[in-house]
């Protein structure tokens, strides 16, 4: 007998982002899905278990429902439901052909309590869910919104006998921790099965005492979603009906049509090559076959989807103008930008001509990085940062969400071309703050030694003023006032900041000479160093030649802290250079290379922490064996030397061109 198929929270979210994914949803042995690595991951990371377990203690003496057994759930719930006064964890609740897991459900009286709880930041006097205009909710809110406007809807279909008030449960941004290690106090156990365990030492009333959730009230935003005031459907319905739509479809198996849009981009249902050989299907490449009339041909080449940083995608895709030959200059819009090198909109124009012509060759404005080498001072330094940050905060008086630097590495250039691994730093220890130590770890690097410093955008800079205004902050550092002068010396100050700096060795950013004077249509559209860097060793002679010899930790190479006669150039069967991420040691089994590229890869050139992230909330949160944390620690030291290896590899390669 077949499993009822009910529309839950997360699919109605799914399908309001894209009706079609509804039939390609909970195939797994069918359609491939990107988004189905180990949400076990995921939740480390965000700091979903944290904080789920957290909101507990603030509605204490609840039971907890369970995800065993789905209609004894649904029973239980309803039981308890009905007996009286309760508070419920995970309450199950059907109605009609809707399915879903309340986080935390209380009955008082004659009314229902809805809390839904996120790990996500929020400031109760600055933040808004909606538009200035009020017309709209806010982009970055609407999924958490729509989420506990469907939950009152099913709360509402189930129990039409009580009132219903629904709450969003969101992290304070503006509280601060009342004690140390709180954070420490909420771990959790990887079961054989494949499940998980919280392990929870209860907190204390001290712990309590000083809230890190608030709740808000959302009842007035969810009617005026329901009376169409500030919801646009994708199915152009009231939300009522676009719910029942969803379901229906859902219920019966059947696909919308495609509605192809920028969301497109980022389709978890893409198929890889290592998909396709396992016979999973593609519902991207479905969808556009269906809506278009697309062949392998028109798959292999560029679309609008593939333009960097293009803001038009939309317009053309319901112009029915997709592929990438049919974009003409006056798509891209006026070019108001100016300064040296290649504009943004030049950028774009150089992609597409690129493509519509077939040229493949790498566009480098020479003259242009010559020019700022010349500006270098050597020796060049080159550093990349892994970072984090927890929900619940690690000391008594941080705030939720404080950015920490936990890991740091360091690559030097010497004027005669010589490569070394001279540093790095990691602190991964389980609740112990690692930023202060991190800058003087850092400090006693480069304060000594002068040069030109380098990072990969602006990431690096930006947690150099979250350290700053930490410090600012913090009356009880010793060294306080010199790690302060110390980062102002290598970094700028944000625009906003109430202080102002430029130092003297203000970080140079990689990144913008690249944006500026290189394209190489290798990296289809993209900036990131995940995509640079193969493109780059593909096209360079001197970096092939270099690195496929086993120098790099050999004794009279290249000095390496954590690699040892290692040749990062090696070919595949096709004679292409392989990827070097894919030479490293896995920090998740289980993970297929495309997951895992996944986690490593920043996308819209935002780094979100990635791997490095993942990893180390693992070694924070999750119980382990001292084994199995030394090998965590001894991948994340490699993957972070790769980070600014990276970096010299693409510096050498434009040296080599422009010499």
């Known amino acids: 007998m077949q499993a009822p198929r009910y529309l839950t929270k997360s699919r109605f979210k799914l399908a309001s982002e894209c009706p079609r994914k509804l ?54 719930t309803r039981e308890l439901l009905l007996a009286g006064d309760v508070i419920i964890y995970e309450a199950a609740i059907i109605a009609e052909n809707y399915f879903i897991y309340a986080d935390i459900l209380l009955r008082r009286d004659d009314t229902l309590y809805l809390y839904e709880v996120k790990a996500k930041s929020y400031d109760p006097v600055k933040d808004s869910f909606i538009r200035k205009d009020g017309k709209a909710i806010r982009a970055e809110w609407e999924p958490y919104i729509l989420d506990v406007a469907f939950q009152k809807l099913v709360l509402r279909k189930a129990f039409p006998e009580f009132a219903v008030v629904a709450h969003l449960a969101l992290v304070d941004k503006t509280s ?10 909420f771990r959790v156990r990887r079961l054989a099965d494949g499940g998980t365990e919280m392990i929870v030492d209860p907190p204390t009333a001290e712990d309590l005492s000083s809230k890190l959730l608030c709740e808000i009230n959302i009842d007035e935003i969810c009617e005026r979603i329901y009376q ?4 646009n459907s994708p199915l152009e319905m009231a939300f009522e009906e676009t719910a029942r739509a969803f379901s229906d479809q859902y219920f019966r198996d059947v696909p919308f049509p495609p509605s192809p849009s920028k969301v497109c981009r980022t389709c978890e249902f893409r198929a890889t090559e290592q998909d396709k050989q396992s016979g999973l299907k593609d519902g991207f490449r479905e969808c556009w076959s269906e809506r278009f009339n697309w062949s392998d041909e028109h798959f292999s080449s560029q679309s609008v989807l593939d ?19 049919y974009i003409t200059r006056d798509d891209l819009g006026a070019d108001k930008s100016n300064g040296p090198g290649l504009s943004t909109k030049m950028r774009q124009w150089l992609q597409i001509e690129k493509a519509q012509r077939g040229d493949n060759e790498p566009f480098i404005d020479k003259a242009g990085i010559a020019a700022t080498f010349n500006s270098f001072t050597y020796p060049l330094h080159f550093i990349d940062f892994e970072t984090s940050m927890p929900a619940i905060p690690f000391n008594r008086g941080r705030r939720p969400y404080e950015g920490i630097a936990f890991q740091y590495s360091h690559h030097v250039v010497l004027k005669d071309g010589t490569v070394e691994h001279r540093g790095q730093f990691l602190q991964a220890r389980p609740g112990v703050f690692p930023s202060y130590e991190f800058v003087r770890a850092l400090r006693r690097e480069l304060e000594n030694s002068p040069g030109t410093i380098f990072q990969y955008s602006s990431f690096e800079n930006t947690y150099l003023n979250h350290i700053y205004e930490q410090l600012s902050d913090d009356g009880s550092v010793p060294d306080r006032e010199e790690l302060m002068y110390f980062i102002r010396s290598f970094s700028r100050s944000k625009s906003s900041a109430a202080e102002t700096w430029a130092g003297e060795r203000a970080m140079v950013d990689l990144l913008e000479i690249l944006k ?5 249509p290798l990296t289809r559209g993209s900036n990131s160093i995940k995509a640079v860097l193969p493109a780059m ?9 270099k690195y496929s010899q086993p120098v790099y930790g050999a004794d009279g190479g ?18 292409g250079v392989m990827d070097p991420y894919r030479l490293l040691p896995r920090l998740f089994e289980g993970l297929s290379d495309e997951e895992l590229d996944a986690l490593i890869l920043d996308t819209n050139e935002l780094r979100d922490g990635g791997a490095a992230l993942t990893a180390y909330s693992k070694l924070q949160f999750q119980e382990m064996s001292e084994i199995e944390r030394n090998e965590i620690e001894n991948a994340l030291l490699k993957y972070c030397e790769l980070d600014t290896l990276a970096m010299v590899m693409i510096y050498e390669g434009w040296r080599e061109m422009v010499s």
């Open 537 to 545: 060793l593909q096209r360079s002679s001197y970096l092939k030649e």
């Open 516 to 520: 500026r004077y290189y394209f190489d």
């Open 307 to 325: 333009i960097w940083n293009f803001r038009g995608t939309d317009k053309l895709i319901g112009q029915g103008r997709v592929t990438i030959d």
């Open 228 to 231: 169409g005031q500030i919801y």
């Open 23 to 76: 039939y390609y949803t909970n195939k797994k042995s069918v359609y491939a899905d990107q988004n189905s690595n180990d949400p076990f991951l995921a939740a480390l990371a965000d700091g979903g278990f944290q904080v789920g377990e957290l909101a507990k203690h603030y509605f204490p003496g609840g039971i907890e429902i369970g995800r065993g057994d789905l209609d004894a759930a649904v029973e239980r």
């Open 558 to 575: 290249i000095a390496s802290l954590n690699f040892k006669d290692w040749a990062w150039v090696r070919t595949d069967d096709s004679g």
């Open 176 to 185: 601060r921790c009342a004690t140390d290690g709180l954070n420490q106090k």
